[in-house]
């Protein structure tokens, strides 16, 4: 499965941004978990937020709870992070990331199975 992430570009700290991740293929089962994380320049990978491609059931990092959501298209294969509301520690590069099948914790990196290449969210005034 090959993920491409894109929508990532620089806006004012309070703006909006929305990122999307397109997965090549889909497979037999849709037991899988999606999910986002981020990695800023100097720092580890950290966890934004993932969702479960079967029944739709996400959860957020607390750092983004509130700011961000994320929402999946069946049809289209593809993940979407709406973020509002940014701040400038959220500046960072986001990578989108799945898994084959089910996960025992949706916020652990080592969980997943494919990652996308990133894509670079600038906040900045």
């Known amino acids: 499965v090959q993920l491409q992430a894109f929508g990532g570009g620089l806006v004012e700290p309070g703006g909006s941004l929305r990122l999307s991740c397109e997965a090549s293929e889909r497979g037999l089962s849709d037991s899988f978990v999606m999910a986002w994380f981020r990695q800023a320049p100097g720092k580890g990978r950290e966890f934004v937020g993932a969702i479960t491609w079967r029944l739709g059931r996400s959860i957020y990092a607390d750092s983004v709870k509130g700011r961000f959501t994320i929402t999946r298209d069946n049809a289209k294969n593809s993940m979407s992070l709406q973020m509002n509301l940014l701040k400038p520690e959220d500046t960072a590069r986001y990578y989108c990331?799945?898994?084959?099948?089910?996960?025992?914790?949706?916020?652990?990196?080592?969980?997943?199975?494919?990652w996308g290449q990133g894509t670079q969210v600038t906040v900045s005034s």
């Open positions: 990331a799945r898994s084959k099948d089910a996960v025992h914790s949706m916020n652990i990196a080592n969980q997943y199975d494919w």
